[in-house]
């Protein structure tokens, strides 16, 4: 014996319908019936306000641009924890990374330019120099997404539509850049 349907997720079937054809009543609905659910949720990955907002936002943004593509989901509120952890995983690595590389860059850069000691300046010069070649050797499309990155300061999302590639795309390939350069630093 099964439990007894539940209306709540009944009805969020039928306004997820609703919602892929494109009404914009029901995704206003669905927001304001999971946002608080979701961002509880999310508190419990990482306890950083202002990203889970930003995660749960760019959630419901991605979920209204790609409505048309989501037509096969049974299960509402499951897929939607699922793809909220995923983003806020993402966000939390790309956000780990993006310091990690600031932290080479800076270490091997930026060390030394206020020493006023000639010694010091000719070697964070050389480590510059060093650097700016590491980066510089990347394969294209590793260097094109460090830069955007790291130091146009894009958003992961701004980057891909840039690069004209998916979102899980580019963090592999910041990641791969980003191992890349450590690896060719502590040589």
């Known amino acids: 014996m099964g439990f007894p349907p539940n ?3 009944e009805l969020t079937l039928e306004e997820w319908d609703r919602f892929i054809s494109g009404d914009l009543r029901s995704f206003e609905a669905i927001f304001d019936k999971h946002f608080e659910r979701l961002f509880r949720f999310g508190m419990t990955l990482l306890q950083d306000e202002e990203i889970i907002k930003d995660c749960v936002q760019t959630l419901f ?6 409505k ?4 096969g989901v049974e299960h509402v509120e499951p897929y939607l924890f699922k793809a909220l952890r995923n983003r806020i995983y993402n966000t939390y690595n790309a956000e780990k990374r993006k310091k990690e590389i600031l932290t080479l ?8 330019l206020k020493s006023s000691n000639d010694e010091d300046f ?3 010069m050389q480590d510059q120099t060093e650097l700016k070649i590491l980066v510089n050797d990347l394969p294209l499309r590793q260097r094109e997404a460090v830069m955007l990155i790291f130091f146009e300061n894009y958003s992961y999302e701004k980057a891909s539509e840039i690069l004209s590639i998916n979102i899980q795309s580019l963090y592999k390939l910041v990641s791969r850049a980003v191992d890349s350069l450590r690896a060719n630093l502590n040589k």
């Open 61 to 66: 943004i991605d979920l209204w641009e790609k």
């Open 7 to 9: 209306k709540r997720n």
């Open 122 to 124: 000719n070697d964070t």
């Open 68 to 71: 048309a593509q989501l037509s």
């Open 105 to 112: 860059l800076q270490r091997h850069a930026l060390i030394g």
